[in-house]
């Protein structure tokens, strides 16, 4: 099945710092989304991005389906912004999710 | 909000018992989808209905089952708990068989 990778596992920042997290992914797919869990465990959807750039306030991402990979930028990080960040890919009927990179932003 | 909500958000278990977990989704997800996230790990895919027929199935067995109703609310049954079976499920509901996703809050299991 189709695999993907997600870097960095884990990533440190200080409040108001940006940062770049990437998905690659193994083949190719139907769409690609990126979520947010919060630490109740809800996954909130930030990006429905098969391809192309696209912007929500401090948060963007892009996607680049012919070379199989993802980007989701944070800007000014707050803490808020801390919890782990998935990309998950369709292919066929399902999502298949990466592991996650755990976000803290410290005050 | 996404329009997917579950039940119960806790409940505990022991090993052996059976296990119902319920799903309603706003009208429109006419595609609904389960997925086991254990601990530190990203979610995994059980299965996913589509017009209330299994439309896809990931690596679990039998004893994981799954009913989808006219009114889109689905359920997921697991018989002959084991102790791995200890992890949060969420439902999805989407527009589709590869649309969007929007995920309940989940159902956060214990077996014991």
């Known amino acids: 099945g189709i695999q993907v990778e997600q870097s960095p596992p884990d990533l440190i920042l200080q409040e108001g710092a940006n940062s770049t997290l990437r998905c690659n992914f193994s083949?190719?797919?139907?769409?690609l989304q990126w979520f947010h869990q919060n630490p109740w465990g809800q996954l909130i959807n930030l990006f429905y991005i098969p391809s192309g750039t696209k912007q929500n306030g401090r948060l963007s991402a892009t996607t680049v389906a012919t070379e199989r990979y993802s980007l989701l930028y944070i800007s000014s990080s707050q803490t808020t912004d801390s919890g782990v960040y998935f990309c998950a890919v369709v292919s066929g009927s399902r999502l298949t999710f990466g592991e996650g990179t755990q976000l803290t932003v410290n005050p | 909000e996404t329009g997917v909500t579950q039940s119960p958000t806790h409940l505990i278990k022991t090993r052996g018992q059976q296990v119902t977990l319920r799903c309603s989704s706003q009208s429109g997800h006419n595609t609904v989808s389960w997925y086991q996230q254990a601990l530190g790990q990203g979610p995994q895919f059980i299965f996913q209905y589509y017009r209330e027929e299994e439309n896809g199935r990931g690596n679990f067995p039998p004893r994981f089952s799954g009913l989808q109703f006219p009114n889109y609310s689905s359920e997921l049954n697991v018989n002959a708990l084991e102790l791995d079976d200890s992890a949060l499920y969420l439902c999805?509901?989407?527009?589709?068989?590869?649309?969007?996703?929007?995920f309940g809050e989940g159902s956060r299991l214990t077996v014991l």
């Open positions: 999805a509901g989407s527009k589709g068989k590869t649309g969007e996703l929007f």
């Open positions: 083949d190719s797919v139907n769409n």
